[in-house]
């Protein structure tokens, strides 16, 4: 079964960089682009972008172009999304999802907590 | 891009039917059948239970179903059960090739 595992919660400064992994299995990893949403405490869902894992093309939020680079490692398995220049309204949870079938985001990531604070 | 538009809130009572919309623009939602709409119960993750505006996934009750028209994609949940009490978020392909969500819905069973 479709698998998906996060790194740890991270508490970052302003201004710092954090990075998220999230390792997948059970799946072929390059044959699913992988997207990023994030969602602020009592918030909604924010869509961050996606990464083509076979291609490494991208495709970012607007909200997000320059602060955001996601990379993956295929022989691992493993995306990556940086984020930078952290604010304090970056506090949130980031997930993993690969995309499935008609563009729908079916298995989940357990979500990785970033705290920013000073 | 600006989010897709959903009411806030909506309430209804167990066994009835309730309809929650989800507005957008013709660059996404009316411009593309790849809306989807996904359940959330608090601190969990989200779960996907509708794609392709109509499509359920596997293991998704038949209670839910969607729909478009124009700009405005509908989820409708029959048969209202305790259980269905969660924020749904609708989400769309965008002519950018990007997603975006909408604000998301808390949906009462009173």
């Known amino acids: 079964q479709v698998q998906l595992v996060q790194s740890g919660p991270e508490v970052k400064k302003p201004g710092a960089s954090v990075k998220v992994s999230c390792r997948a299995s059970?799946?072929?990893?390059?044959?699913?682009?992988m997207h990023w949403v994030r969602q602020a405490p009592g918030q909604g869902l924010e869509w961050m972008g996606w990464?083509?894992?076979?291609?490494?093309?991208?495709n970012y939020a607007q909200n997000f172009q320059g602060r955001v680079t996601m990379t993956r490692d295929t022989s691992i398995s493993t995306a990556y999304m940086e984020l930078t220049r952290l604010r304090f309204d970056d506090t949130a949870v980031y997930y993993c999802?690969?995309?499935?079938?008609?563009?729908?985001?079916?298995?989940w990531g357990q979500g990785t907590t970033v705290t920013v604070s000073s | 891009q600006s989010a897709l538009t959903q009411p806030a809130s909506v309430s209804g009572s167990p066994g009835q039917s309730i309809t929650m919309a989800c507005t957008g623009t013709?660059?996404?939602?009316?411009?593309?059948?790849?809306v989807s709409w996904y359940q959330q119960h608090p601190g969990k993750a989200p779960k996907l239970i509708i794609y392709?505006?109509?499509n359920r996934p596997s293991g998704v009750s038949n209670r839910f179903s969607g729909s478009k028209s124009g700009n405005t994609a509908s989820l409708t949940i029959s048969g209202l059960q305790t259980k269905d009490e969660a924020d749904y978020y609708c989400?769309?392909?965008?002519?950018?090739?990007?997603?975006?969500f909408g604000g998301g819905t808390k949906l009462t069973v009173l």
């Open positions: 059970g799946y072929t990893f390059t044959g699913y682009s």
């Open positions: 990464i083509n894992p076979n291609t490494g093309g991208t």
């Open positions: 999802v690969p995309e499935s079938t008609g563009y729908g985001l079916d298995v």
């Open positions: 392709e505006v109509s």
């Open positions: 989400s769309s392909y965008t002519s950018s090739s990007t997603r975006v």
């Open positions: 013709s660059s996404d939602v009316g411009g593309y059948n790849y």
